[in-house]
């Protein structure tokens, strides 16, 4: 696994406007079929790339790879602010088929439909 940024110092109470449109049927990254469907790829398949895209952080994904899924699970679980915006990708095979994507879940389990990113 490359290097993992420390934890974002953007604030763990983002930004939770209306506009936002919060919800718990949003794509939450946390799902246990999102997790699995990145497990069973690491498992079975090879590495993954991941794009972090970064709830109103006004700056370019942060782009990770993983060949292991503890360390997957530790990063999406650890490192993510609510609202943050995880694509999950195989690499190097397919880049158009996506593994998995979703945000991270306020303690409310909510994601916003929309938002800055």
């Not at 696994?1 to 946390?30: F, H, Q, Y």
């Not at 006004?58 to 899924?69: E, G, I, K």
Request: overall charge negative; aromatic content about 10%; proline content about 8%.
């Amino acid at each position: 696994m490359g290097v993992v940024p420390s934890r974002s110092t953007r604030s763990l109470d983002c930004t939770m406007s209306e506009a936002a449109k919060w919800s718990t049927t949003g794509a939450n990254i946390l799902e246990s079929d999102r997790l699995d469907a990145v497990r069973n790829h690491l498992e079975n398949v090879g590495f993954v790339a991941v794009l972090w895209w970064h709830y109103h952080g006004a700056q370019a994904p942060t782009r990770l790879t993983f060949d292991d899924f503890a360390d997957y699970e530790q990063f999406v679980k650890t490192q993510p602010v609510p609202g943050d915006a995880i694509d999950v990708w195989p690499f190097p095979n397919d880049p158009k088929q996506r593994i998995a994507g979703g945000k991270i879940p306020n303690e409310h389990g909510e994601v916003p439909e929309r938002g800055a990113y």
